[in-house]
């Protein structure tokens, strides 16, 4: 049964009961030192296991504020090439919805206070059992999900279990969501609210600063929760626009790209492929620290 | 999503108000699409209450595609299956024309009322999905009537197998686009039709070619089909004066076959068949396109639905001969009554299907094209079993210009 967009929801009933979250806990520190959030995006297994691992691992040391880890799909519709062939490279590397849980679960031997989301689409999630993936991956230590192909209407397959799980689910906003579905995406979401910046699909365009700056405020009318801004931030300077308007910024294609390049005509990683990636969410992250 | 499946007072009254049949069908699709597709149901509920729409949409099908395509009685292919049945046995085979149709197969049908619907909600634009072709031709032809311009989407890989028809497109005037990302075929076609549609909501209509997608494409594109199955109650009444006892349809996406098959669907004397494309046997992993009987439910452009996946929930690539079926999925009402048993879901493979194709055309004079051969593989098999007063009903849904390179090529001709 898809949800019912009439049914009122108190926003406090969808934040995850149980274990505190390491995600709101980030966003009221990050309150506290009054700046906004720098959120680097990695694909599971691109290029392979060792150096993703390398990378989720350098990103805190680096000004990672929280994490977001993309789990490739054959046919990710919203994604744009650069994701897209991330996506090809992990899923040739091995990558499984299992392979990124296992991911988190070593990350989690040396960071517990980092907030890790997982982003995909919703065949691997169901293809692993719904109820069997949020329990996974909730005890793996992942503390949100965004599940691309997953609108509120359709949530019912996922949402009680993640919430029983103790999972945020981070909900995408768009500027074609209009203020009629305003409320309905909102009061499904918990964690942060993820704000799709342009009409389109990952990685190939931006958004003007003053289009950003216009479109937070209409959101923030109808939520408490912290909202990021991701789709065609790609610059320190976009970063930190966007860090200073909403509550944070998501940087994804910007980084897969810096690593496709030190590639090699196999795909193989350079020694120093993760220290690339990982000097650019430094450069990312002062940028972002220094806008308030 | 796991409500027990219940046997519903009617077939035909899907779907509910979330896009569902059952458990299948749906809207999932990423927020940024959300707006669009409900804006697409809330004009086409619109159009579909109005006669002037209606209207249209009949004047062009009388008039420029050429309907009521003709019902044919295939006197040989009847006459060739009792001479091998049992005696008192062997179907009478009859064939829906729809290959006669401007652009040679049913996709115009739903391509038409599609546009039409595309310039009542004021769209500049048309971009379209294809992977044999011809949806993508039919697209451009109803756009180079209405002067609007067209996008079409096209794996690399068919491009390269189906070049007469990317060459049609071109002529009537629309833009082709080589999708590289992914496997290159119909899929990766589709998907790159959502990202455009995604980066270009203001001014663009996505014209599906199939009863699969987001709600309320699956439901839209198979009433507008459904002028196949009408015509075909009303050509069987004046044939013989009952209704048919068995239909049969090939299967891809399942367009053809759900136009066929949706007007009886409440019909209890009335058989059906959906033949996937078997490829070179359902029994292997990749060598087929058979979702329905070889797949299993998951989530894929926008619906809930039998896919060819992996354990992982990796997406299949399907094989099959005909590039019009080897697409992954299936329309999600298929899904819905495959699992009621409404409908009877079989595959053909290859092989059975070019024999067929080669049949057709020695003894009806009619070369078919590779996805309706499919059908016909599973009416030679099917009619020498069944009583001589058996009426059955094969959607020629296609004609096999596009397919004569491929089966030469398999038939060891050359140019």
């Given at each position: 049964m898809p949800a019912d967009p009439a049914a009122p929801q108190a926003r406090s009933a969808n934040r995850p009961a149980g274990r505190p979250s390491r995600i709101a806990a980030r966003f009221a520190a990050l309150r506290a030192e009054g700046r906004g959030a720098l959120i680097p995006f990695l694909e599971a297994y691109d290029p392979d296991l060792a150096t993703s691992m390398e990378i989720l691992r350098g990103m805190p040391a680096a000004g990672a504020d929280l994490i977001e880890i993309g789990v490739p799909f054959t046919d990710p519709m919203a994604d744009g090439p650069i994701i897209q062939a991330a996506g090809q490279r992990g899923l040739k590397a091995g990558a499984t919805l299992a392979g990124a849980l296992a991911m988190v679960r070593a990350f989690r031997e040396g960071d517990d206070a980092t907030p890790v989301i997982l982003m995909g689409y919703l065949n691997p999630i169901l293809s692993y059992g719904a109820e069997r993936f949020a329990a996974d991956a909730a005890a793996a230590g992942v503390d949100g999900i965004i599940v691309v192909d997953m609108p509120p209407e359709e949530a019912e397959v996922l949402a009680p279990h993640a919430k029983e799980a103790g999972l945020d689910i981070i909900r995408l906003v768009a500027p074609t969501t209009d203020a009629a579905r305003l409320p309905l995406v909102l009061n499904a979401s918990s964690g942060f609210v993820y704000y799709v910046a342009i009409t389109g699909i990952t990685g190939t365009k931006s958004a003007a600063p003053e289009e950003l700056a216009a479109a937070i405020p209409r959101i923030r009318a109808h939520t408490d929760l912290p909202i990021c801004i991701g789709f065609g931030v790609r610059t320190p300077e976009q970063a930190a626009h966007a860090a200073r308007v909403s509550d944070g910024a998501v940087v994804a294609s910007a980084l897969i790209d810096t690593l496709a390049k030190s590639l090699d005509a196999e795909g193989r990683p350079a020694p120093d492929s993760a220290r690339r990636v990982l000097d650019q969410v430094r450069a990312l992250a002062q940028a972002v620290r220094a806008a308030r | 999503m796991n409500t027990p499946l219940t046997r519903p007072n009617t077939y035909r009254s899907g779907p509910d108000a979330a896009g569902k049949f059952g458990g299948f069908g749906g809207r999932y699709v990423a927020e940024t699409l959300m707006p669009l597709i409900l804006e697409v149901e809330k004009a086409y509920a619109a159009a579909k209450k109005d006669p002037a729409f209606d209207a249209e949409w009949r004047r062009l099908l009388t008039h420029y595609v050429g309907r009521p395509s003709p019902l044919w009685f295939a006197e040989r292919v009847t006459g060739h299956l009792r001479a091998q049945a049992a005696p008192g046995l062997g179907a009478k085979v009859y064939f829906k024309r729809d290959e006669l149709n401007h652009t040679g197969a049913h996709k115009i049908n739903a391509v038409l009322g599609q546009i039409l619907l595309a310039k009542r909600m004021g769209k500049k634009r048309i971009i379209a999905e294809t992977g044999a072709g011809q949806h993508g031709v039919a697209t451009a032809t109803a756009c180079a009537l209405f002067d609007l311009p067209c996008t079409v989407f096209m794996g690399a890989v068919d491009v390269a197998r189906q070049q007469p028809n990317v060459f049609r497109m071109k002529l009537l005037g629309?833009?082709?686009?080589?999708?590289?990302?992914?496997?290159?075929?119909?899929?990766?076609?589709?998907?790159?039709?959502?990202?455009?549609?995604?980066?270009?909501?203001?001014?663009?209509?996505?014209?599906?070619?199939?009863?699969?997608?987001?709600?309320?494409?699956?439901?839209?594109?198979?009433?507008?089909?459904?002028?196949?199955?009408?015509?075909?109650?009303?050509?069987?009444?004046?044939?013989?004066?009952?209704?048919?006892?068995?239909?049969?349809?090939?299967?891809?996406?399942?367009?053809?076959?759900?136009?066929?098959?949706?007007?009886?669907?409440?019909?209890?004397?009335?058989?059906?068949?959906?033949?996937?494309?078997?490829?070179?046997?359902?029994?292997?992993?990749?060598?087929?396109?058979?979702?329905?009987?070889?797949?299993?439910?998951?989530?894929?452009?926008?619906?809930?639905?039998?896919?060819?996946?992996?354990?992982?929930?990796?997406?299949?690539?399907?094989?099959?001969?005909?590039?019009?079926?080897?697409?992954?999925?299936?329309?999600?009402?298929?899904?819905?009554?495959?699992?009621?048993?409404?409908?009877?879901?079989?595959?053909?493979?290859?092989?059975?299907?070019?024999?067929?194709?080669?049949?057709?055309?020695?003894?009806?004079?009619?070369?078919?094209?590779?996805?309706?051969a499919h059908a016909l593989a599973h009416v030679l098999k099917l009619a020498p079993t069944l009583p001589a007063e058996t009426l059955i009903v094969m959607n020629m849904c296609g004609r096999g210009d596009k397919d004569i390179f491929t089966v030469a090529k398999l038939l060891g001709e050359k140019f």
């Open positions: - | 629309a833009e082709v686009v080589a999708v590289e990302s992914g496997a290159a075929t119909l899929k990766d076609a589709m998907n790159e039709a959502l990202r455009h549609w995604v980066a270009h909501v203001e001014d663009t209509y996505y014209c599906i070619g199939t009863v699969a997608g987001p709600h309320p494409y699956p439901a839209m594109v198979r009433d507008f089909q459904s002028v196949i199955g009408e015509e075909v109650r009303a050509q069987m009444m004046e044939a013989e004066g009952r209704l048919p006892d068995v239909l049969v349809a090939a299967i891809g996406g399942g367009s053809n076959a759900m136009g066929l098959f949706h007007p009886f669907l409440d019909d209890a004397g009335v058989r059906m068949f959906g033949v996937e494309a078997g490829g070179h046997g359902i029994e292997t992993v990749t060598g087929h396109a058979a979702s329905l009987t070889g797949g299993r439910p998951g989530v894929l452009h926008g619906n809930r639905t039998y896919l060819l996946q992996d354990e992982n929930g990796q997406i299949l690539e399907g094989h099959s001969i005909s590039a019009g079926l080897d697409y992954p999925g299936v329309g999600p009402e298929h899904a819905w009554l495959h699992e009621l048993g409404r409908v009877e879901y079989v595959n053909a493979t290859d092989e059975e299907a070019l024999s067929a194709f080669q049949l057709c055309a020695r003894l009806e004079g009619i070369i078919p094209a590779l996805e309706p």
